[in-house]
């Protein structure tokens, strides 16, 4: 049973069409990279995988679960990182992660032990005192990254988890995402740094203009070359002449 698959997804808004027909499949205990260029369909793709946003048309079921259908079941197997991020911001890390643990019907003991590792290990607890809302922006996305972990799920849906944190943050992330993974999680990732991408997934979507046009084990979709330079001939797009800057250098 794949841990998601899409059919058909489809997005549109006025005369934009965000996405596609998106048909997507990750395996379960996989760990699949989604890339593409700005604007490509990648967060509203998600968006509408994990029922954050109502397609026009299409469906995606988490495990066999469809989440429009039965979005309780589906949302109880997955923990989101989503773009954006909003949460409440007038409480500490500690009482956030509190509040949505209990809110999801945590037993409070397992919610508090929890808490107190995700701090440690996401190296949270240094702001005990400090509310959401003074967070820096890599604090976010560990916060957030906490939320999405608290509740075991099965299926991890991260969008650019790896932004703006800090290089030893970052490294603890990696870690805390191979660890679940080989324990048979399964993570999507969404993200602009391919060489990210290379390192941790072994299954690889690439979606431009809002379809997917290369999915795949990573090894296939990558062929000879680096994913990056695989990524370019996709989407057909080449860094733009820089001649007209000659004034930088004057």
């Not at 989604?34 to 397609?55: D, E, F, I, Q, Y």
């Not at 509310?131 to 957030?144: A, D, F, N, P």
Request: aromatic residues 4%; negative net charge.
């Amino acid at each position: 049973m794949p841990a998601l698959r899409t059919t058909g997804l489809r997005k549109v808004f006025g005369d934009h069409v965000a996405a596609d027909d998106i048909d997507l499949t990750v395996p379960a205990g996989s760990c699949y990279g989604l890339v593409g260029p700005n604007g490509a369909g990648k967060t509203t793709t998600l968006a509408m995988s994990v029922g954050l946003l109502r397609p026009d048309a299409g469906r995606a079921e988490i495990f066999g679960v469809d989440v429009w259908r039965d979005p309780v079941q589906a949302k109880g197997l997955i923990g989101v990182l989503p773009d954006g991020n909003a949460m409440p911001e007038r409480l500490t890390g500690r009482e956030v992660l509190t509040y949505l643990g209990l809110l999801r019907g945590l037993p409070a003991a397992v919610v508090a032990e929890r808490v107190e590792e995700l701090l440690y290990v996401l190296e949270l607890d240094s702001a005990e005192r400090t509310l959401v809302i003074e967070y820096s922006t890599g604090m976010r996305k560990k916060i957030g990254l906490a939320v999405a972990l608290l509740h075991a799920p099965r299926l991890l849906v991260l969008d650019e988890p790896f932004e703006a944190v800090d290089p030893v943050s970052g490294a603890t992330i990696r870690t805390i995402l191979r660890r679940f993974v080989a324990e048979g999680g399964s993570v999507i990732i969404s993200s602009h740094v391919m060489p990210l991408v290379e390192q941790l997934c072994d299954h690889v979507g690439v979606i431009s203009g809002g379809r997917v046009v290369a999915a795949g084990p990573l090894a296939d979709v990558r062929g000879v070359a680096t994913l990056e330079e695989t990524f370019v001939d996709l989407v057909g797009a080449r860094p733009r002449a820089t001649e007209g800057l000659a004034w930088l250098t004057s």
